[in-house]
């Protein structure tokens, strides 16, 4: 097995795709398809199976990729240590999250502090169970997400099925965002008595629009008026248009969102917001950092509340 092999498999499992990794690695498709089947046959393991809906991979090699990650990485490192060149490698780092400010502000933190000519970083604002997906199948290194005494019994299970780890970042007592200019802001707290006159805004869920996948605490109580959107940016237009509502942690980026006010909601409930990583993936460099400026960012915006 070398490196280069370590490399191969590596880009496989970031594209999801034999074609698509041979294209981005400038090799014809049977020599990556060649250079798979004898890493696996050297570890004796499958890494990935072929499917009907493309690229799969196994449990096995999940662990597996866990290794090769570190060995590229510590391979990398020590030619740029002992080596003339200047450049160092193209770094890959990706987010899956529920739609948090304060998950965008780390990222946006990472980016300012990371100094290179070239990166390539994703930060995915995604569904609940996709999230869930992603870093299950390493598409994405960190996954943001929340618990609370409804949902967690679903979420966990998942989580295990899928060789997950929780790590708490904060709890929270529900808040409900809205405009600057909703007549609510001027409460010191809000019940549901108040909100009814207002549309209440939520993420839509796709094909897992459970109550446990929702991103909202509450979602199984009835509403009058209710409105289902797909991204964060079309929930704060409608909160401002329409003096609309959601339910979240409070914690928003007073920096990226200046419209938006969090108003305490008077319910006897709390919020445990974490990030999932795959128990068998060391965290790469680039993700402690990011979790370190996630933790910076939910205490900069706690202050204010």
């Known amino acids: 097995m070398t490196l280069q092999q370590l490399k191969y498999v590596i880009e496989v499992a970031r594209s999801r795709s034999i074609s698509k990794a041979a294209q981005n690695l400038f090799i014809s498709q049977p020599s990556l398809s060649n250079a798979l089947k004898e890493v696996?046959?050297?570890?004796?393991?499958?890494?990935?199976?072929?499917?009907?809906?493309?690229?799969?991979?196994?449990?096995?090699?999940?662990?597996?990729?866990?290794?090769a990650r570190q060995v590229v990485e510590q391979a990398e490192l020590l030619e740029n240590r002992y080596t003339n060149t200047q450049q160092a490698p193209q770094q890959h780092f990706s987010v899956s999250a529920q739609h948090y400010a304060f998950a965008v502000s780390a990222f946006v933190q990472l980016l300012k502090d990371y100094d290179r000519e070239e990166?390539?970083?994703?930060?995915?604002?995604?569904?609940?169970?996709?999230?869930?997906?992603?870093v299950k199948n390493l598409r994405s290194e960190i996954g943001i997400l929340y618990v609370n005494e409804f949902n967690h019994k679903v979420i966990h299970k998942f989580?295990?099925?899928?060789?997950?780890?929780?790590?708490?970042?904060?709890?929270?007592?529900p808040h409900v965002f809205i405009s600057s200019k909703n007549p609510l802001v001027k409460k010191d707290y809000v019940t549901f008595s108040d909100l009814i006159p207002y549309p209440y805004l939520s993420f839509e869920q796709g094909d897992y629009n459970s109550f446990y996948f929702s991103e909202e605490i509450?979602?199984?109580?009835?509403?009058?008026?209710?409105?289902?959107?797909?991204?964060r940016a079309t929930l704060f237009n409608?909160?401002?248009?329409?003096?609309g509502y959601t339910i979240s942690t409070?914690?928003?980026?007073?920096?990226?969102?200046?419209?938006?006010?969090?108003?305490?909601?008077?319910?006897?409930?709390?919020i445990t917001v974490g990030y999932i990583t795959h128990k068998n993936v060391t965290n790469s460099t680039l993700a402690n950092i990011y979790i370190q400026y996630l933790k910076e960012s939910i205490a900069e915006e706690q202050s204010h509340l």
């Open 40 to 67: 696996e046959k050297e570890m004796g393991i499958t890494i990935f199976s072929r499917t009907n809906k493309g690229i799969m991979i196994t449990v096995e090699g999940s662990e597996f990729l866990g290794y």
């Open 119 to 134: 990166y390539e970083f994703t930060l995915r604002e995604t569904k609940t169970f996709e999230i869930i997906d992603d």
């Open 159 to 173: 989580l295990r099925e899928g060789n997950l780890i929780f790590h708490e970042l904060f709890e929270a007592k």
């Open 218 to 231: 509450l979602s199984t109580l009835s509403r009058p008026k209710n409105i289902r959107v797909s991204d």
């Open 238 to 243: 409608l909160l401002i248009g329409l003096n």
């Open 250 to 270: 409070g914690v928003i980026s007073h920096e990226l969102n200046h419209d938006i006010i969090a108003v305490p909601l008077n319910v006897d409930e709390r």
